[in-house]
């Protein structure tokens, strides 16, 4: 059994590997968002705001509608239309109109948004790196694609 896994949760035994596995999982999830929150902390956002700008980073220059963000966002936001607002007054996005749809609101990043995320970024990689760099690329690719058998 995972002895590092067992010694976290104070637990002796799993009752299958399967078990172990699930815990794990939750274990390292919470341990990530944990981590994740103080970086984003630092630079005075939620991990929720930095996920909604690198997703209106990679947006098209016409941004994207309040639906194809909560869509994409990796924790779900009970209130997206909150989340743009809070970034639209910090400067970090602008919202219009579609032009071909004047009752469709969409965001874009602005070019102060794209500076938060270039600060940001570094820390988020060296995390990426921090969590990651005890594992082969081979065992990388492994849980890639594990993990996307998993995504719901």
Request: with cysteine; charged share 30%; net charge positive.
């Amino acid at each position: 059994m995972p002895q590092r896994l067992e010694a976290r949760v104070r637990q002796r035994r799993f009752r299958s590997r399967r078990e172990a596995a699930f815990v794990g999982l939750l274990v390292v999830g919470e341990h990530l968002r944990v981590r994740l929150e103080a970086v984003c902390e630092r630079h005075g956002i939620t991990h929720t705001q930095y996920n909604l700008l690198r997703i209106l980073r990679g947006a098209p220059p016409e941004g994207h509608p309040r639906y194809e963000i909560a869509n994409r966002l990796v924790s779900r936001a009970p209130d997206v239309t909150r989340l743009l607002d809070r970034l639209d007054r910090l400067g970090f996005i602008e919202r219009g109109w579609a032009p071909d749809n004047r009752r469709l609101s969409v965001a874009r990043i602005t070019d102060e948004g794209r500076a938060l995320l270039a600060a940001v970024d570094p820390e988020i990689a060296a995390l990426q790196d921090e969590t990651l760099g005890a594992l082969t690329g081979p065992q990388v690719e492994s849980l890639v694609g594990i993990l996307d058998v998993l995504t719901p």
